[in-house]
């Protein structure tokens, strides 16, 4: 069974720092894209990164550029996001989604993904 778990979550102030997790378990990552999504309240999900391991492609959304940072550890079957100078904007549920054998292109959207975690909430604020 394919599983994914987010983990690192939390309550920050602007400017400040988080890294997320995403664990899978049931498959490894070598042969999977993970994408990273967020969905603030009513708004929609939208996509925040991207990493496909079988194409050596990484993508991230214009909003996120040059301040987060999407990574592997393979030996840990996980994938990390490292978000710095975090902004109120940043705040939402972050999402990880994965899907087989997938290139992440700058249209990379959260209909392409078929397993998805649980979700860790994210709050920037002062």
């Known amino acids: 069974q394919l599983q994914l778990v987010e983990s690192g979550g939390g309550l920050v102030q602007p400017g400040g720092s988080l890294r997320l997790s995403c664990t899978a378990s049931?498959?490894?990552?070598?042969?999977?894209?993970i994408g990273w999504f967020r969905q603030a309240p009513g708004k929609e999900r939208e996509g925040v990164s991207c990493?496909?391991?079988?194409?050596?492609?990484?993508i991230y959304a214009d909003s996120v550029k040059g301040r987060f940072t999407i990574s592997t550890d393979n030996a840990k079957n996980t994938v990390y996001l490292q978000m710095n100078s975090l902004k109120p904007d940043d705040t939402a549920v972050y999402y990880c989604?994965?899907?087989?054998?997938?290139?992440?292109?700058?249209?990379?959207?959260?209909?392409?993904?078929?397993?998805w975690g649980q979700g860790t909430q994210v709050t920037v604020s002062s």
């Open positions: 989604a994965a899907v087989w054998y997938y290139y992440c292109s700058d249209y990379f959207r959260a209909t392409d993904f078929d397993t």
């Open positions: 049931g498959f490894t990552l070598d042969s999977y894209a």
């Open positions: 990493i496909s391991s079988s194409f050596g492609s990484t």
